[in-house]
Nanobody, 130 residues
Framework: VQLQASGGGLAQSGGSLRLSCAGS???????IAWFRQAPGKEREGVSC????????YYADSVKGRFTISSDNAKNTVYLQMNSLKPEDTAVYYC?????????????????????????WGQGTLVTVSS
């Protein structure tokens, strides 16, 4: 399984960016998640989507602003990021695992750390200026 994240860049506060995570034929079997790591901070979970695309999870910090979606025909998962804030500045990673669920991701978000995903893409840098 190979994952390729793209779409990062520079945005102004209040602006939007859309990240893409393109991969090999795994969408039917893997949950896909986005994580981020800000400078000097630990990696944290942002959002995830089930293999069927009918269940999603969002961290409280992005709920209502970010939307995760999947296009299984294109083997691509998207993260639409609206109303960006300077605190969204981070390297964003997509990752895949068959065992991840929103419940699990929330548990890690609440206690710290992040789920040990099987497959990771390279990061894409998002910078939000104030």
């Amino acid at each position: 399984v190979q994952l390729q994240a793209s779409g990062g860049g520079l945005a102004q506060s209040g602006g939007s960016l859309r990240l893409s995570c393109a991969g090999s034929g795994f969408m039917d079997y893997f949950s896909i998640a986005w994580f981020r790591q800000a400078p000097g901070k630990e990696r944290e979970g942002v959002s995830c989507i089930s293999p069927s695309g009918d269940r999603t999870y969002y961290a409280d910090s992005v709920k209502g602003r970010f939307t995760i979606s999947s296009d299984n025909a294109k083997n691509t998962v998207y993260l639409q990021m609206n109303s960006l804030k300077p605190e969204d500045t981070a390297v964003y990673y997509c990752a895949a695992d068959p065992a991840l669920s929103g419940v699990t991701m929330r548990a890690y978000d609440e206690k710290g750390g992040y789920f040990p995903m099987n497959y990771w893409g390279q990061g894409t840098l998002v910078t939000v200026s104030s």
